[in-house]
């Protein structure tokens, strides 16, 4: 079993579609997650972290559920520049070697 | 925030040869990694870059085919030997300053052998 799994997508959706994406991680010890962004070409760079209580920035919520091992990013009102590839990330028990999940492929059209 | 140069930023190289990617950083941090992307896929992790000491490998890569080195908190460099086309990849830089925070990556290294 892969430590990250995601839905590799691609998902493509409308302009101002919501649309959410899934992530499962195996080790329960796992201490900080956190959602990233990969354009076509370059490197990732942070979205948003994930906390138990839940996080919201803009038209981006994560959310965290410890007991299903279960994280989940949703985007409202979609807009074409989200269009990326969206990374699903679990930082060991150490805190500081982050594994990545396959990545969800978004297209959103206009 | 961290600011990571790494180079080069591409090159073709011809099976058999080495090369060698190089990662700075603008001030020290804790922890240094290297990724592979390879075309379509998502970031597998080579090994953990430690200074002063070798480099601990993930499952399925071996110092012989990717030796590392960390001279100092702010540098380190990657080899990948003996080239074959299968080596045709990105190699990314990662740096974390603190725990369970974020990772920076430098601008990636896209690798095609001939």
């Known amino acids: 079993r892969k430590e990250v799994e995601q839905d590799p997508g691609p998902f493509n959706v409308p302009e101002g579609a919501t649309v959410a994406f899934n992530c499962t991680y195996s080790?329960?010890?796992?201490?900080?997650f956190f959602w990233y962004r990969q354009d076509c070409r370059k490197e990732p760079k942070l979205l948003m972290s994930?906390?138990?209580s839940g996080n919201e920035d803009g038209r981006f919520t994560a959310q965290l559920n410890r007991a299903s091992q279960y994280i989940s990013l949703l985007i409202r009102d979609s807009k074409l520049s989200d269009s990326a590839t969206y990374l699903c990330?679990?930082?060991?028990?150490?805190?500081?070697?982050?594994?990545f999940g396959a990545g969800t492929r978004l297209f959103v059209k206009a | 925030s961290a600011v990571i140069s790494q180079k080069p930023s591409r090159d073709i190289c011809q099976r058999g040869t080495s090369l060698t990617i190089q990662c700075q950083v603008d001030?020290?941090?804790?922890?240094m990694f290297w990724y592979r992307q390879q075309p379509g896929q998502s970031l597998t992790l080579i090994a953990t870059?430690?200074?002063?000491?070798?480099?601990?490998?993930e499952s399925g890569f071996v110092i012989d085919k990717f030796p590392i080195s960390r001279p100092n908190l702010t540098f380190s460099t990657l080899t990948v030997s003996n080239l074959s086309p299968e080596d045709s990849s990105i190699y990314l830089c990662?740096?974390?300053?603190?725990?369970?925070?974020?990772?920076?990556f430098g601008q990636g290294t896209r690798l095609t052998v001939v």
């Open positions: 990330a679990v930082n060991d028990t150490g805190g500081f070697k982050t594994i």
């Open positions: 870059a430690n200074q002063g000491s070798e480099a601990t490998y």
């Open positions: 994930v906390y138990s």
């Open positions: 990662s740096v974390g300053r603190s725990p369970n925070t974020e990772a920076f």
């Open positions: 001030s020290q941090v804790t922890m």
């Open positions: 080790n329960s010890a796992s201490q900080s």
